[in-house]
C-alpha cells in the first residue's frame, strides 16, 4: 500500500516490494499451501509447541510429526498478493512484470482452490479452519477467508464476479456467530441485535461467548466488500454503530479518560492498540 503511494516514476519501493514479496512466497508457500511457520524455521508440524501453552499440539495423525495449515493463513496470503497486484496494475508492465503478475495470479487461484477444495469451504458442513489438528471455529478466522475470497473473486469465479456461492458462504457463516436470523420476509427491527459473537453460538451460548471489537469490524468490513444489498443490511450496520458506541464508553468505566478509544470486547473493557488500529484500517480497507 505504501508503494502504490510512490510516483510511478519512482521503480526504488516498487523492486522493494517485489524483494519482500519473493521472500515471502520463498518461506512461506509450499507449492500448494501457506505454511504458519517459515520454511528456514521448519514451517508448521505438530512437534512445534504451542505459543500459548508451551504443549506439543493435539494431532489428528498417529505420526510422530506431520504439518499442519490454518485457513487464516492462506486468506491473509491472498490478501497481501492481491495487493501487489495493485501495485503491478499501477506501473507499466515489462516482460519481468507481466511474469510476476501471471505468477501471482496463479498462487492466488490455487490458494483460493485450496480454501475451497481442501478446507472445504464449498459446502459451509465440510468446512474446517485448521488440516492436520483438530480446532474448533471462530469468526476471526472464517472471517478473514470470507473476506479474502470476496476480494478475489474475479480471479476465483471470473465468469461472475458476484458469484452466490459466496453469499450463500457469507449468510450462514452470519448465521453461525450471531442469534439474530430472520426469516425470509420477516420485518426487520433496528434495534435487533446483529452483531457477531467469536465462537459459534452452537458451540457456545452468549453467556460463555464474546464478542470482539475486532470480528465485528472484521464482518462489517466484509459487507462492504461484498456489496450487495440485502433487507437486514441497514439494521445490521446499525447494530455494528451501536456495539462500537458502546465499545467507546468502556475507556470511561475505570476513572480514565480514553478519548472514546475502543475497547477490546464486551467482556474485556480494557482499551488496547489492536481494537484500535484494526478498526481504522477496516473502516477504510478494503476499497
Known amino acids: 500500500m505504501l508503494a502504490q503511494t510512490e510516483s510511478s516514476e519512482s521503480g526504488t519501493v516498487h523492486n522493494q516490494q517485489s524483494l519482500i514479496l519473493k521472500q515471502f512466497i520463498d518461506q512461506f508457500w509450499n507449492g500448494k499451501r501457506w505454511t504458519t511457520i517459515s520454511k528456514s524455521q521448519g514451517s508448521g508440524t505438530t512437534l512445534r509447541p504451542s505459543a500459548s501453552s508451551g ?3 493435539n494431532r489428528e495423525s498417529s505420526s510422530e510429526d506431520v504439518p499442519y495449515f490454518r485457513v487464516v493463513d492462506q486468506a491473509l496470503a491472498v490478501l497481501a498478493l492481491l495487493e501487489h497486484i495493485k501495485l503491478l496494475d499501477s506501473t507499466e508492465k515489462d516482460a519481468t512484470r507481466k511474469s510476476e503478475h501471471e505468477h ?3 498462487i492466488i487461484q490455487t490458494t483460493c482452490k485450496g480454501i475451497l477444495n481442501d478446507f472445504g469451504y464449498n459446502k459451509l458442513s465440510t468446512a474446517r479452519t485448521y488440516l492436520g489438528i483438530n480446532r474448533n471455529h471462530n469468526f476471526w478466522h472464517e472471517g478473514w477467508t470470507i473476506l479474502a475470497l470476496s476480494c478475489a473473486r474475479e480471479y476465483v469465479w471470473p ?3 458476484r458469484e452466490g456461492h459466496l453469499q ?3 449468510n450462514g ?4 456467530y450471531t442469534t439474530s436470523s430472520p426469516s425470509i420476509g420477516e420485518k426487520v427491527s433496528e434495534d435487533v441485535d446483529y452483531t457477531i459473537y467469536h465462537w459459534p453460538i452452537s458451540e457456545k451460548d452468549i453467556n460463555s461467548n464474546v ?5 465485528n469490524k472484521l464482518a462489517y468490513a466484509i459487507r462492504r466488500s461484498m456489496r450487495y444489498e440485502t433487507a437486514t443490511s441497514d439494521a445490521k450496520d446499525a447494530a455494528f454503530w451501536r456495539f462500537i458506541d458502546m465499545l467507546r464508553s468502556n475507556g470511561d ?3 480514565h479518560d480514553y478519548h472514546n478509544l475502543a475497547s477490546v470486547a464486551d467482556v474485556y473493557t480494557q482499551v488496547r492498540l489492536h481494537p484500535n488500529t484494526e478498526l481504522a484500517a477496516l473502516l477504510l480497507w478494503p476499497t
Open 55 to 57: 504443549k506439543k499440539t
Open 253 to 255: 468505566r475505570d476513572g
Open 211 to 215: 464478542r470482539y471489537c475486532g470480528d
Open 168 to 170: 450463500l458462504l457469507w
Open 173 to 176: 457463516i452470519e448465521k453461525l
Open 159 to 161: 465468469m461472475d464476479t
Open 104 to 106: 501471482i495470479v496463479h
